[in-house]
């Protein structure tokens, strides 16, 4: 402070400050009030959780000393997609090989169209395909297989129908 300056602008300058660390002083009271209560919020949170997590780690525990108790009854059951995949020969087999095989181990009599087709190859070999098929791919192949007699064109496609086809009995099993 300067000599120059005199005592009421000493005093206005220190009632300035004063109204100054009040205010900071009311701020922080309030923030501390709010952290506080968020605090509690917290806390009474994670005694929840801590709860629900005990509960669930002893329910694991019991469990996990039931299962296990019977090894007879684990016997692996290798998965139908596995077996399937296993004699199918290169690491990314050909679309019409795999549309022959689900055409072929259809029952005789059963119609099917090329989406039908497409939804099993993709459901029993779809780990091995390298992404989604095109639905007239399996429709071109089914055209290849009635062709070739092996199948046979039950309903002819039009423009909003797809074409129907059935499998021919082997010789000398007759459908009744």
Partial sequence: MSRSQTVAEWIAELEAQIEHYRKEEGFHAERETF????????????????????????????????????????????????QEEADLGPARPMLSRLV???????????????????????????????????????GVNLRRLSLAGKIQQARKGTAFHESLYTRRPKPGQETS
């Fill in 35 to 82: 952290h506080r209560e968020q605090r509690a919020v917290a806390a009474q949170e994670l005694a929840k959780v801590l709860e629900r997590y005990e509960t669930f780690k002893g329910a694991v525990d019991a469990a996990s000393e039931v299962v296990g108790r019977l090894p007879a009854l684990r016997t692996p059951q290798p998965a139908p997609a596995a």
């Fill in 100 to 138: 022959a095989r689900v055409v072929e181990e259809g029952p005789p009599g059963e119609t099917f169209g090329a989406t039908a087709i497409a939804r099993e190859v993709e459901r029993r070999f779809g780990k091995q395909l390298k992404g989604r098929m095109d639905i007239r791919s399996v």
